[in-house]
């Protein structure tokens, strides 16, 4: 059996039914991350009961949030301080979208809540998942004012141009299910670029469902179909990608799946033989 890490997903958008059934599937741990000021306790109450969930907290760059960043991040950090230190392993998601941003609303604002998370991050001394749409050249510049602050760029959508600039700043790099979409040759490309220690693989449930389930709500379940085609793509097996990505996931937020040690231990257990 395979553990399938999956880095980045929206548990409270799924039915309920959906988030008990999962680890009854390959999934060997799940971040759920946070998009709201407030919905980290919530979060954590609805979530904790399944051992392999861990979370993040951060304001996806809404109007609402963008319009008053100091309020905003003065009740995300509420919500941190009374949040077990040892659920939270990321601050974010957070960042910029130029696509749903676009000119005209609160650039200022924008950028003002992402260093906010940035400043947050460092002195939590937690990673920072990166929301950034059509906006690389620009969340580029701001990270590279906060060298100290690692973490992930979650669902790329880039070239591998801005994945180089990325990985450059010393960021990971997270592929969804618009990696298997026929029109993602510029995905696949970057996918092939982004070297073993950097990569990780997310569903961005319940959003961008892999073929072939496109159309549908994503669920964690679906990260299978992920791993596959990365595993081709890369020329690697499914099961040493599955490897790959655990040990990144550890590395990256501290988050050892204990199903997946447990499964590694049996493997080298009969090897032996």
């Known amino acids: 059996m395979f553990c399938f890490i999956d880095t980045h997903a929206?548990?409270?958008?799924?039915?309920?039914?959906?988030?008990?059934?999962?680890?009854?599937?390959?999934?060997?741990?799940?971040?759920?991350?946070?998009?709201?000021a407030t919905d980290l306790s919530d979060r954590i109450v609805a979530f904790r009961a399944f051992d392999r969930v861990r979370f993040s907290a951060g304001i996806w760059p809404s109007?609402?949030?963008?319009?008053?960043?100091?309020?905003?991040?003065r009740l995300l950090e509420q919500h941190i301080k009374a949040a077990p230190s040892e659920l939270l392993v990321a601050i974010g998601e957070c960042g910029l979208d130029h696509h749903h941003n676009t000119e005209g609303t609160n650039r200022a604002g924008?950028?003002?809540?992402?260093?906010?998370?940035?400043?947050?991050?460092?002195?939590?001394?937690?990673?920072?998942?990166?929301?950034?749409?059509?906006?690389?050249?620009?969340?580029?510049?701001?990270?590279?004012?906060?060298?100290?602050?690692?973490g992930v760029i979650h669902c790329f959508s880039y070239d591998v141009s801005a994945a180089r600039a990325f990985l450059d700043l010393g960021y990971s790099i997270s592929f969804a299910g618009n990696l298997t979409y026929k029109s993602a040759q510029g995905l696949r490309e970057a996918l092939c670029f982004v070297p073993d220690e950097r990569l990780l693989l997310e569903t961005d449930s319940?959003?961008?469902?892999?073929?072939p389930f496109?159309?549908?709500?994503?669920?964690?379940?679906?990260?299978?179909?992920?791993?596959?085609?990365?595993?081709?793509?890369?020329?690697s097996s499914v099961e040493n990608l599955a490897d790959t990505i655990r040990a990144n996931s550890a590395a990256l937020f501290g988050f050892?799946?204990?199903?997946?040690?447990?499964?590694?231990?049996?493997?080298?257990?009969?090897?032996k033989f």
């Open 110 to 150: 924008e950028r003002e809540l992402l260093e906010l998370h940035l400043q947050v991050a460092q002195r939590l001394n937690l990673p920072i998942i990166i929301h950034t749409r059509d906006a690389a050249d620009e969340t580029q510049a701001i990270l590279a004012q906060y060298p100290d602050v690692h």
């Open 63 to 73: 109007t609402e949030a963008i319009a008053e960043p100091m309020e905003q991040m």
């Open 206 to 211: 319940p959003f961008l469902a892999p073929v």
């Open 256 to 271: 050892v799946c204990d199903t997946c040690l447990q499964n590694r231990n049996k493997k080298a257990n009969l090897n």
């Open 10 to 36: 929206h548990l409270s958008k799924l039915p309920v039914e959906t988030v008990g059934t999962l680890f009854d599937a390959d999934i060997g741990g799940l971040i759920d991350v946070g998009t709201n």
């Open 214 to 235: 496109r159309g549908k709500d994503a669920t964690p379940a679906m990260i299978v179909e992920i791993y596959k085609l990365a595993a081709q793509l890369r020329g």
